[in-house]
DNA sequence: TATTGTTATACTCTATAACTATA
DNA sequence: TATAGTTATAGAGTATAACAATA
């Protein structure tokens, strides 16, 4: 039965998101990063100086917990919170030194990781994995409303 | 470059990795449930009732976290607590009418996700995808040593 | 009046360590 | 001596509400 296939692909699916977090938990966890920290630290790398407003916008979290997160970050020497040029109630959130050659390191490790996990498949097969998992995602995208942050993933 | 293609397709599984997620959770919200709670429903429905040591081992979490989740879940009415016939230190853990139902709905809810999701692909698109994830989950399970729980997950 | 970020408070998941009752 | 589960303590992520400073 065709439904039967459909749900095992699911659960392939949902096996494959477990291993996949688990895996990059365990070498974030080995930098002293937590998901939630490495995320902002994604975001940052992507847009670039952002105030918390914007993270909190973009992480889908509240202010309260941006500030936590910042917090643990300057602590840690990975981001720097300066003034806001033109706005005094504003902070700009933005990588430091370390911050940068952390995430530059991550882009490194992403395409290793993928390298390792689908290099070996013939470029035929890898394109019909791509359009299979492309049709999966234009289905899901429209049941999570307020996505935008696809793919800006640690 | 393949390189990119490859990255670009662990992205999109990353992406809907968090798709998923976020999905499944905010319906499980919706009836009071958390992912690490339901997590140790799902495993009480495919396994049976179990004691506190196996469902730690199961979910591979301390015994400590065990207590604080089958707590929660006894105040809201989707287990129980048996003492054990045979070893008096230990209790067995097993799921109400009201912790059968919902593991049964979420069984239903589950195969209607597949459905949406991959219900309109031709049999041999789904059988081109399934065999494209069962090649990275080849790969990525010898990274993530204790896995064994495959697919369970809710 | 609205917005930015903080303090205050609380809940959940998670862990380790020490302890009790049993094996 | 080892095992099952609990109490004690702690850290991280998350949330809402009230508040200060600024727009």
Redesign the interface.
């Known amino acids: 039965m065709?439904?039967d296939?459909?749900?095992?692909?699911?659960?392939?699916?949902?096996?494959?998101?477990?291993?996949?977090?688990?895996?990059m938990r365990?070498d974030l966890q080995a930098r002293g990063l937590t998901a939630a920290r490495t995320h902002l630290l994604w975001v940052l790398h992507h847009a670039g100086p952002a105030t918390q407003r914007g993270l909190a916008d973009a992480l889908q979290v509240s202010p309260r917990n941006v500030t936590g997160l910042v917090d643990a970050l300057v602590d840690t020497g990975f981001v720097t919170r300066t003034p806001h040029p033109g706005d005094r109630r504003a902070v700009l959130v933005e990588l430091t030194g370390k911050g940068r050659a952390l995430t530059e390191g991550l882009v490194g490790e992403?395409?290793q990781?993928?390298?390792?996990?689908?290099?070996d498949?013939p470029?035929a097969?890898?394109?019909?994995?791509?359009?299979?998992?492309?049709?999966?995602?234009d289905?899901?995208?429209p049941?999570?409303p307020g996505?935008e942050?696809?793919?800006h993933?640690a």
Chains 1, 2 share one sequence.
């Open positions: 065709t439904g296939r459909a749900t095992a692909t699911l659960d392939l699916l949902l096996e494959i998101s477990t291993l996949l977090a688990t895996d365990r992403h395409r990781l993928a390298g390792q996990l689908l290099g498949l470029a097969d890898l394109a019909r994995l791509s359009a299979g998992l492309e049709h999966v995602a289905k899901l995208r049941l999570v996505d942050m696809g793919g993933r």
